[in-house]
């Protein structure tokens, strides 16, 4: 999904993610979140070199057992996965520098 795609309300299970092959991310936030929309253009320009990457964005909330499950407090919260484990994790990125050097921990 790219990253100008809105965030999904239907969330994968557990069970799906840690099963994922390769390399993704999980961008939990929603669109209403001012954090989550000033990194839109940051996680748009670090994606940009990786086009073919599993991006799925999560409409994430008290109650959603996903975001739950992966601790996550705060928006947006970027989760960089590597064969279904966690790899890397950025919280409010501040710079599109600082998602390509996660991204790097992922692809090649």
């Known amino acids: 999904m790219p ?3 809105p965030y999904s309300e239907t969330e994968p299970a557990r069970a799906e993610v840690d099963a994922l092959p390769g390399a993704a991310v999980l961008e939990f936030g929603n669109a ?11 996680i748009a ?5 990786h086009p073919g990457l599993r991006h799925v964005k999560i409409a994430d909330a008290s109650g959603k057992r996903l975001g739950r499950s992966f601790g996550v407090k705060l928006w947006p919260t970027l989760v960089f996965l ?11 990125p501040g710079s599109a520098a600082e998602i390509a050097a996660a991204l790097a921990t992922i692809v090649g």
């Open 3 to 5: 990253p100008d795609q």
């Open 32 to 42: 209403w979140c001012g954090h989550c929309r000033r990194a839109e253009p940051l």
């Open 82 to 92: 590597k064969d279904g484990k966690e790899a890397a994790r950025l919280v409010r």
């Open 45 to 49: 320009e670090a994606f940009a070199a």
